[in-house]
Nanobody
Framework: QVQLVESGGGLVQAGGSLRLSCAAS????????MGWYRQAPGKQRELVAL???????TYADSVKGRFTISRDNAKNTVYLQMNSLKPEDTAVYYC????????????????WGQGTQVTVSS
């Protein structure tokens, strides 16, 4: 089994910063892509940022220049540094990972974390 555990959410004023972390553990052979998604009340879950195993990154237009995604492969951990936060960034943030297990290195499966709340006050 694989678990993704997020941490770092909370309440912050507009213009402030937060850093989210997500650690993957369990039966892991390799992690291909890790990412962050978010879901605000009444809205669909949307991509925030992705990072591949070779550190290629993708960002949603709404967070470019403010958020930075990074990963520590030795720790199977992905981070999201969020600066210049806005009230519209308020959402539950979910970690996501596409990985293979030692028992099936040819099949990549997607796992999700439980989510962490980020609230930005105006």
């Amino acid at each position: 089994q694989v678990q993704l555990v997020e941490s770092g959410g909370g309440l912050v004023q507009a213009g402030g910063s937060l850093r989210l972390s997500c650690a993957a553990s369990g039966s892991i052979f390799s992690i291909n892509v890790m990412g962050w998604y978010r879901q605000a009340p009444g809205k669909q879950r949307e991509l925030v940022a992705l990072i591949t195993s070779v550190d290629s990154t993708t960002y949603a237009d709404s967070v470019k220049g403010r958020f930075t995604i990074s990963r520590d492969n030795a720790k199977n951990t992905v981070y999201l540094q969020m600066n210049s936060l806005k009230p519209e960034d308020t959402a539950v943030y979910y970690c996501n990972a596409a990985l293979t297990s030692p028992t099936n290195i040819l099949r990549s499966l997607v796992y999700w974390g439980q989510g962490t709340q980020v609230t930005v006050s105006s």
